[in-house]
Nanobody
Framework: QVQLDESGGGLVQPGGSLRLSCTTSQSIFDFNSMGWYRKVPGKQRELVAVIISGGATKYGDSVKGRFTISRDIAKNTAYLQMDSLKPEDTAVYYC???????????????WGQGTQVTVSS
């Protein structure tokens, strides 16, 4: 069981920045991918950013050019730097980890507890 500990959410004005952190209970090398999704009540969960085990990254269209995902392997931590925040970025952000068993090819997903990000003046 992978434990995920998120931090860094809060209230920020439009145009401001926040950085989310997600620390895991085991090595990032054990994961096929690690990233963030966000959820707004009444809407579907949305991919924000993900970093693949080899280091490649993928971003949701609405955050491209504004958000940056990175990782510190030594700290078992991934970061989401969010710049030029907009009110529509307001959501609960969830850290996500995907692990695919190399023997059975069965995927397992793990989720953080979620952290609220509110962008408002």
């Amino acid at each position: 069981q992978v434990q995920l500990d998120e931090s860094g959410g809060g209230l920020v004005q439009p145009g401001g920045s926040l950085r989310l952190s997600c620390t895991t209970s085991q090595s990032i090398f054990d994961f096929n991918s690690m990233g963030w999704y966000r959820k707004v009540p009444g809407k579907q969960r949305e991919l924000v950013a993900v970093i693949i085990s080899g280091g490649a990254t993928k971003y949701g269209d609405s955050v491209k050019g504004r958000f940056t995902i990175s990782r510190d392997i030594a700290k078992n931590t991934a970061y989401l730097q969010m710049d030029s925040l907009k009110p529509e970025d307001t959501a609960v952000y969830y850290c996500n980890v995907l692990v695919v068993d190399t023997r059975t090819v069965v995927p397992s997903e793990y989720w953080g507890q979620g952290t609220q990000v509110t962008v408002s003046s």
